[in-house]
């Protein structure tokens, strides 16, 4: 088992800038050969791929909307994960969701939601207009 917790959510206004963290850990499970991603969801609508990396960190994935303006990033020695969150939209409103799973070593990072197996809790993250 994993647990996921994810940190650094808040109320910003457009234009700001948010960190968010995502610390794993587990007796039995380590991230470190895993994809790991973010996804989000806003009131009344489906979950939404963000961002994604693959378990050497090698190769990272966007959405459209946010390319250009967040980045992923990962530190396997402390079996975390990060979001920098720039030029933050009254859109980019969601709680946002930290994930792994997979298989072991993937040459990428899946952008599908059923391809991940271990999520966290979710952070609020809201931008003012």
């Known amino acids: 088992q994993v647990q996921l917790v994810e940190s650094g959510g808040g109320l910003v206004q457009a234009g700001g800038s948010l960190r968010l963290s995502c610390a794993a850990s587990?007796?039995?499970?380590?991230?470190?050969?895993?994809?790991m991603g973010w996804f989000r969801q806003a009131p009344g609508k489906e979950h939404e791929f963000v961002a994604a990396i693959s378990w050497d960190g090698g190769k990272t994935y966007y959405a459209d909307s946010v390319k250009g303006r967040f980045t992923i990033s990962r530190d396997n020695a402390k079996n975390t994960v990060y979001l920098q969150m720039n030029s933050l939209k009254p859109e980019d409103t969601a709680v946002y969701y930290c994930?792994?799973?997979?298989?072991?070593?993937?040459?990428?990072?899946?952008?599908?939601?059923?391809?991940?197996?271990?999520w966290g809790q979710g952070t609020q993250v809201t931008v003012s207009s």
């Open positions: 587990g007796r039995t499970f380590s991230t470190t050969f895993y994809a």
């Open positions: 994930t792994t799973g997979g298989p072991p070593k993937y040459p990428g990072a899946p952008k599908v939601f059923s391809a991940y197996d271990y």
